[in-house]
């Protein structure tokens, strides 16, 4: 099926139905399901079902998606070929007024190994043009997975340059982003460590666990450390490691909660939930781990996360974590964590506040729904999906003092730990 096909009639109608049915049986919070979605869905019933194409089709089904107003919902055909920077790059933009070139995207974020990085892309170049076509807010660029797209880019030169970004690489039936270098370790200042992790891969994350422990012991006896999350979108259960070696001890982070177990009052119950409390330092012993919650399984019972008691470090009590608008789902856990236990001193910018468990399904006709169905909750109660986690020291993005090589976030960090 190519985007233009058209679809036929009962065919909309069919995936239309499948998708609020979903919606009904798993969406983790019922009651935004009401009256007011239920007007949402007539009035855009008409648009929907009058699509011309599947791309149209796959716009005013999001449309009508969007004003359940949260994050991890998405519609889209399964023979999907065109990602986001976000993804496909693993790079973040934000959108700004650039004066010369009026409002524009300006990369934030930018991951070492990954597409845009290789493309000498960096933070604060602004984006003009994507193959060919202007590409200016609102609109956001989009890249064919599979290809080589041509961005036209500014950078701290003021002139305009084309550069050439594969975005993905097809491998059998799936399609592989370049995957950016996950975690990195240097030492910016004396005595100070810095750690950056791009991301948490993996449903357990055996290997991003095992490379941020190797990246601490490389940096040696530390007196700060400074833990870099800005662009971290989130992934798996590796982040658990990240926080178990902001800690010595074995302290209960939080848990998610489905829709059934959202509508009881938890604060009485969390304490008989199981535990995650260890990462297995092998691949082959995730057996293991799915015996432990095979029980779990049958119940559906939310799962605490619990940090896996790792022992003293010379840093701890002298950590900075930076954060930004593009901080989000597990590396949002990080932060609170650290937050609500005092365990880091938080600068850059408030994050995202997207802080779900989700998944897709199926809707019919080569379609796929994903959606939110579970509530994520901290030990202490807080739920963030909608709030974005504020930093200790608020220090906004400066795109053009980046793009001159001034990265002040960092700076402010390095400053702290000196005192």
């Known amino acids: 099926m ?26 983790y919070k019922p009651e935004l399901l009401g009256a007011t ?29 969007q004003t359940l107003k949260t994050s991890h919902l998405g519609f889209f055909h399964g023979d999907a070929r065109r990602a986001s920077s976000r993804a496909a790059l693993s790079a ?47 609109e956001h660029p989009v890249f064919p997975m599979g290809k080589t797209s041509e961005l ?14 594969t975005v993905a690489r097809p491998k059998g039936k799936k399609l592989q982003y370049v995957e950016p270098t996950l975690v990195i370790a240097k030492t910016p200042a004396l005595n100070i460590g810095y750690l950056k992790v791009a991301m948490f891969p993996g449903m357990v994350g055996v290997d991003i666990a095992n490379a941020m422990s190797a990246a601490i012991r490389d940096l040696g006896a530390i007196k700060g450390l400074i833990v870099d999350l ?37 604060s009485g119950l969390k304490g008989s939930f199981p535990r995650f409390d260890s990462i297995p ?28 008691g790792l022992g003293a470090k010379p840093y701890h009590g002298r950590v900075v974590l930076l954060v930004n608008r593009h901080t989000a789902s597990a590396a949002e856990m990080v932060t609170i964590f650290a937050k609500e236990n005092h365990l880091a001193t938080i600068v850059g910018e408030p994050t995202a506040g997207r802080l779900l468990s989700a998944t897709s399904a199926k809707v ?8 939110p169905t579970g509530a994520y909750y901290t030990w202490n109660g807080t739920a963030l ?15 053009e003092e980046r793009r001159d090589g001034v990265d002040a976030q960092l700076a402010k960090a390095i400053e702290l730990l000196n005192v």
């Open 2 to 27: 190519t985007k233009t096909n058209t679809l036929l009639p009962e065919v909309k109608r069919d995936v239309l139905k499948n998708v609020l049915k979903t919606l009904e049986n798993k969406f």
């Open 37 to 65: 979605w239920q007007d949402a869905v007539s009035t855009h019933r008409g648009s929907i079902e009058d699509a011309p194409t599947t791309d149209a089709f796959e716009s005013e089904v999001s449309n009508l998606l």
């Open 92 to 138: 973040t933009y934000l959108l700004t007024d650039t004066g010369t070139h009026g409002q524009r995207w300006v990369f934030q974020d930018v991951h070492e190994g990954g597409a845009a990085a290789t493309a000498r892309i960096k933070p604060g170049d602004i984006l003009l043009a994507v193959d060919g076509r202007d590409i200016a807010p609102p």
């Open 152 to 165: 036209v880019v500014v950078g701290s030169d003021s002139a305009k340059r084309t550069v050439s970004v």
């Open 230 to 266: 800005r662009g971290n979108t989130g992934g798996g259960a590796g982040s658990l490691r990240l926080m178990s070696l902001l800690t010595d001890g074995k302290i209960p982070v939080g848990f998610a909660a489905d829709k059934k177990w959202a509508e009881k009052d938890l």
């Open 281 to 308: 330092e092998k691949s082959q012993f995730l057996w293991l781990l799915a015996l432990r919650f095979l029980p779990t399984l049958i119940t559906k019972s939310p799962v605490v996360l619990e940090t896996e």
């Open 364 to 371: 019919g006709h080569g379609f796929r729904l994903a959606l």
């Open 385 to 399: 999906e909608g709030s974005p986690i504020e930093p200790d020291y608020l220090e906004e993005f400066a795109w």
